[in-house]
């Protein structure tokens, strides 16, 4: 196992932004990728979230675009990612690793200025960073010219191909040069992603690191069965019991994470929502306000799963169990990251067994069960005192008889009978 970043082959000046950065080793997948993409080998990587997966791309990928220039509206390299959220931290990556290089970079994604985008292309840039939307979108209007793309990158093609993006990037990678390099990074390999490798691809290298489906061993997981008018007391119970530093709370609906979010706003804590429907500078600016400890709290969608990496994370919530097994591990992911430990709790209720049992099969083995005492209110306190006492452990034979008397009225000879007026019939004479 590769034990420097010095013994991947990479410049001084590179080596120097690595440092720069606090890293001192190479993830698994960060040793098993670079030689082979400096090579210029075709890759595939299977990794699951919290790896290091990006840098392992980002990095040779620098170290190989260092020599040229870019021409106007013709970018080097091209990274196609299936978020807005996750194309934003790539192009971090770049800024860290590649600070002491002149390489120009590009984010292109929907819901920020189209025009400003433009200017910047227009200028000439060696990586450009796209959600496949919208560089499909610049392409048709003669913004973007890709013939000139030397390195081709595919990340979390899993996702994509969740999210119905892969006939976007197969018309995508049918307009590029045939001679480029292309890198193509996922958790699993269903057979539509194999697919994509056999026709994009040139006798790829596959690099792996731990079992596709599996979960990281530094990460806690934890299960609550509750009922959904409980959910919320139970969430707040288990945010008490917990050291929770910061948490992503996942939601599988949009409408709870309005909810939810002021909910626990009125309880106390410092959240924040994210969900796809949100402008893009209000998810950019949600975003940067939970890594920098302004948000406490981030309640979002499956939007946020994927790739987003906040360093220090302590906790993830599973409001509800997740649909797709796959959403469960990533979700988890943004905890336990970097050898840290994390937790991950999730909140069960009726009628999600199936979801669970999926979960289960899916990471190969059971999530704990937690019992999770609920603050009665006063009035459920009172009725609890109440039914203790009226119902004794050993009823008296006398007590019992007693309660269960009913008191005759005394026999009143010819009693007024209601109902038949005057014509009494002869049987109740």
């Known amino acids: ?30 040793a098993q990728a670079i030689p082979h993409i400096l090579m210029m080998r075709d890759v595939v990587g299977l990794a699951q979230t919290g790896t290091g997966k990006t840098a392992s791309f ?71 960073i796209a959600t496949p939307g919208r560089l499909i979108d610049l392409f048709e209007r003669g913004k973007i010219l890709l013939n000139d793309i030397k390195i081709l990158v595919i990340d979390e093609a899993d996702r994509m191909m969740d999210m119905g993006f892969i006939p976007d990037i197969e018309k995508i ?11 193509l ?4 390999m269903p ?59 996942f939601c599988n609906r949009k409408r709870d994470i309005a909810s939810l979010t002021n909910w626990l706003k009125k309880e106390g804590y410092n959240a924040g929502s994210m ?9 950019t600016e949600t975003l940067e306000g939970f890594k920098t400890d302004k948000i406490r709290f981030l309640v979002c969608s499956d939007v946020a ?30 905890t336990g990251r970097a050898g840290e430990k994390g937790s991950a709790w999730m909140l069960m209720t009726h009628g999600e067994e199936k979801q669970l049992e999926a979960i289960q099969k899916h990471i ?26 009226s119902r004794p452990t050993h009823y008296k034979k006398k007590d019992s008889q007693k309660h269960n008397v009913s008191k005759k009225k005394p026999h009143k000879e010819h009693e007024d009978i209601k109902g038949f007026g005057d014509d009494i019939p002869a049987f109740l004479k």
């Open 173 to 183: 990678a049918g307009l590029l040069p045939m001679n480029r390099q292309t890198l």
């Open 305 to 334: 799963a994927r790739g987003i990496d906040v360093q220090g994370t302590s906790h993830v919530f599973n409001y509800d169990v997740p649909v797709n097994p796959d959403d469960y591990v990533h979700r988890i992911g943004r």
């Open 275 to 283: 969900h796809g429907d949100m402008a893009q500078s209000v998810r």
């Open 1 to 30: 196992m590769t034990e420097s970043f010095e013994e991947l082959g990479l410049s001084p000046e590179l080596l120097e932004s690595i440092a720069a950065c606090g890293y001192t080793k190479p993830t698994p997948i960060q």
């Open 191 to 249: 057979p539509e992603i194999k697919r994509l490798t056999q026709k994009f691809q040139s006798n790829p290298r596959e690099v792996a690191v731990s079992p596709p489906a599996s979960t990281a061993v530094t990460v806690e997981q934890f299960m609550v069965k509750t009922d959904r008018k409980s959910k919320n007391k139970v969430l707040g119970k288990i945010l008490k019991q917990e050291k929770v530093k910061n948490a992503f709370i």
């Open 58 to 128: 980002t990095l040779p990928m620098i170290e190989i675009l260092s020599g040229g220039r870019a021409k106007a509206r013709m970018p080097r390299s091209l990274i196609l990612s299936p978020t807005r959220e996750l194309a934003a931290q790539i192009a971090e990556n770049f800024d860290q690793f590649g600070q002491n290089s002149k390489l120009t970079k590009a984010l292109l994604i929907g819901g920020s200025s189209m025009d400003k985008q433009i200017k910047i292309m227009e200028r000439g840039v060696d990586v450009l």
């Open 185 to 188: 990074f996922s958790a699993t």
């Open 364 to 389: 190969g083995k059971p999530i704990e069960v937690k019992s999770i005492g609920e603050d009665k209110t006063d009035d459920e306190a009172s009725k609890g005192d109440v039914c203790k006492s």
